[in-house]
C-alpha cells in the first residue's frame, strides 16, 4: 500500500481588515456619514445662532439705519451669521477624523449635546422662570439626554437633517419679510412734493429729542422748572407750548414716521424713505434746502440731503454689536437683548468736528474743556445754523436725554457698568437720576442752540419747534415704554414737550388743546404755506382744536390704544437725604464694602471731561437689604443709596455723584459709610 503523499502549503499570516475610512480614507460610505453630521449640526446652529439672532435684527431695521449700513453690509452679515458659525463647527468636527472612528463619533455626540445644551438656554429663558447656574444644570441635562437619545435612536437624527433647511428659510424670512427687508431692498420713491402756496417761506429750525417725558421738565407748581432747566424755560417764555401734546408710541422707528408724514402707524414698517416716501422732507424738498441729522431713521432721500455725520460704520461694527447680541440671547441670565443698546452718540472728540461755537461767558459750564464732549450729531448741526439764500429746513434728531446715560449737567462724562438694572427697589431711583442729570446737560445744548440762532439772526426769522418721539416711565415696577408702562405710568410714556415759536413771535403762551404728533407735519405745513398733497391724520394748531379728549397711541402699528387725556401731574420726587451735601468727619470703622474700579479715584483729571460719578460695588451678603449708606468724596456726602435685594450681581449698591465739584484733581478720597438706624455713621473698609 503507498503512503499517501503529503502535500504541503505554504504558511500564511491572517492580516486584520481595517474597515473603510477608519484611518482617514474618504469613501462613499463615510462621506455620506460625514454629510449627514454636517446636516445635522447645521440645523442645530440655525437653531441657536442664525435664527435668534437675525429675527432680533429682522425685527430692528433702526440698528441698520443708525450705523448707516449699505445693502451689502447687511447682506454679508447675514452670510456670516447663516454660514460661519456652522461651517466652522463642521470644520472642527470633521478635522477629528483624523484620530479614529471612535474619536470621530464621541466628538459629534458631545457638539450634538452642547448645541441642545445652549437651544435649551434660550428656550428655558422664556418659559420657566430658572436662571442662572440652576438654568444651566437644566440645559446640561437636556443636552445629555437629547445626546444619548439622538446616538440611540437614528430617527432624530433624520429629523434635524430635514432641519438644516432652517437657516435658508431664517435668511429668506430676514430679507424678505422682516420689517429690516426694507433696508435690504428698499423701493425706489422720490415721495410726493408739497405745493407752494402764497406767502413767506421762512427757515424751519426742528429738534427732536429723544426719551423725554413732559414731568422730567417740570417744577413743583406745573411749569418749566426754570432753576434746572433755564434754556427750556426760556424757550417757552418766546413760544407757544401745547402743554397736553402726545407723542403716538413709545418707539421712535414707529414714533418719528408719524410724525414727519402726519398719518397714525398702520404698518410695522422700516423707519426709511422707501417705506414712507411722503414725509416732511419730501413735502419742502422741492422748496427748501433740507439740512438733516437724523438718528436711527432714514426717511430723508438721497435726492433730497445727505446725512454729514455719522455713527460707526461698515461691516465691523455690524458683526461687533450683532456679537454681543448673540452673547446676550444666550446668557442663562436675564439681559435686555436689544439693539437699542449700541445707539450711542458719538461725541465730536471722537468724529473730530471743530466746536462750532466760542467758549460761552458762563464759566460754571466749562465749555472750554468740554466741548468735545458735545454729541458730534449737535456740533455738526449747530454748524450749520446759518442764514442762506434759499428757505432751509434744518432738522435735528438727537439721541438725548436717551440712554445710555453717560453725561453729567456740566458736560463732563462718566461710565457706568453695562448690567446695572432700570426697575426694581433702589434702581429705579438711580435710573431717574442719571436720565434727568443727562436732562440738565439737553438744557445747556438748548442754550447754546438759542444763542447760535440769535446771534446768527435766525431766531427771530424761523420757525422754531422743539419736541421728543416719547417720553418712558420711572415708575417702580413699571420703567420703560412697553405695554405695562403705558397701562400703569401713560403720563410719563406718552405725554412729551412741544414748542412752536413762529417767525417774529416774543410772548409765550401756553395751549392746551389735545395735541397729537400727527399735528406736526400739518401745523408746519400751515406756517410755511406748503399744501401737502396726501391725506392726513392730523390737523394743523392754526385749525380749530379737535373736539376728543381722548389720546390715541400705539405700542404696536395698527393696534390703537386709547388714554384718557389731560395735562399728566408731576410725579412726586424721592426727598434728598438729609446727609447729603453735608461734610463728615473721622467716623469709626465697621464692616466692609467692595467698590468697581476704586483705582479710579487715584488720578482724576476733571479737565478731561471724565469724572468718576457713578460708585457701584457690593456688600457682604449679611447686610440687610435697604441697608442705607452714605457715599463720600473728599470728606462731603454725594449720595445715600440702599442696598438692593441680592441679584447674580451679588448684594450690591450703586450711588450717582452728578455734582461734579465733589471732584479735584489728582488724588480723591473715596469714604462709604453705613447708615444707622440712629443716623449713626460706621465708616466700611474698601477694596
Sequence with gaps: MAEPTLTSTPSRRQVPVAPPGADGESTPSTRRVELRRAGEVVALVGLVVTQPLLDVLGRSPDFFLFHRATSGDVLALVALVALVPGAVVVLLGAVTRLAGVRVRTGTHTVVVGLLLAALAVQVGRQVTPLRGVPLLLVAVLVGAGGAAAHRRWSVLGRVLRVAALGPVVFVGLFLFASPASAVVLPRAHEGAAGVAGPGSHPPVVMIVLDELPLVSLLGPDGRIDATRYP?????????????????????????????????????????????????????????????????ITRLCPPSRCDQPVAPEQGLGVLVRESSTLLRRIAAPVDSRVDPEESYREQTAAEVGLDAAEPVPADPKFRWDSLNDNQP????????????????????????????????????????????LPNDGAGWVDLARARHLAQLRYTDRLLGETLRTLRASGLYDRSLLLLTADHGVSFTR?????????????????????????????????????????????????????????????????????RERTEKYFYDRPGERIVLPGGVPARPVPPAPHPLVGTTVGEKPAGGTATVADLAAFDHVDPASGELPALVGGSVPRQVPDGT???????????????????????????????????????????????????GGLRRLTLS
Design 628 to 678: 442705607l449708606l452714605a457715599v463720600a468724596v473728599n470728606g462731603r456726602v454725594g449720595a445715600v443709596v440702599p442696598v438692593v435685594p441680592r441679584d447674580q450681581g451679588g448684594r450690591r449698591f450703586a450711588a450717582f455723584l452728578p455734582d461734579d465739584h465733589l471732584f479735584r484733581p489728582g488724588a480723591n478720597r473715596l469714604d462709604i459709610y453705613r447708615v444707622g438706624a440712629d
Design 477 to 545: 415696577d413699571w420703567q420703560g415704554r412697553g405695554r405695562d408702562a403705558i397701562d400703569h405710568a401713560a403720563g410719563e410714556v406718552a405725554w412729551v414737550p412741544m414748542f412752536v415759536k413762529a417767525p417774529g413771535q416774543r410772548a409765550g403762551r401756553v395751549d392746551d388743546r389735545n395735541w397729537e404728533h400727527v399735528d406736526l407735519l400739518p401745523t408746519i405745513a400751515d406756517e410755511v404755506h406748503v399744501r401737502i398733497p396726501w391725506r392726513l391724520d392730523g390737523r394743523s394748531a392754526k385749525q380749530p382744536p
Design 376 to 419: 458730534a450729531r449737535f456740533t455738526s448741526f449747530l454748524a450749520g445754523l446759518r442764514p442762506a439764500d434759499r428757505p432751509t429746513l434744518h432738522f435735528l434728531h438727537l439721541l438725548m436725554p436717551h440712554p445710555p446715560w453717560t453725561y453729567l449737567p456740566s458736560g463732563a462724562r462718566y461710565v457706568a457698568p453695562d448690567d
Design 231 to 295: 434754556n427750556f424755560a426760556e424757550l417757552a417764555g418766546g413760544a407757544t407750548w401745547y402743554r397736553n401734546a402726545t407723542g403716538v408710541s413709545g418707539w421712535t422707528p414707529y414714533a418719528l414716521p408719524a410724525m414727519l408724514t402726519g398719518r397714525y402707524p398702520a404698518q410695522p414698517s422700516a423707519p426709511h424713505y422707501s417705506q414712507y416716501p411722503d414725509n416732511l422732507f419730501t413735502a419742502l424738498g422741492g422748496l427748501y434746502d433740507i439740512r438733516a441729522q437724523e438718528s
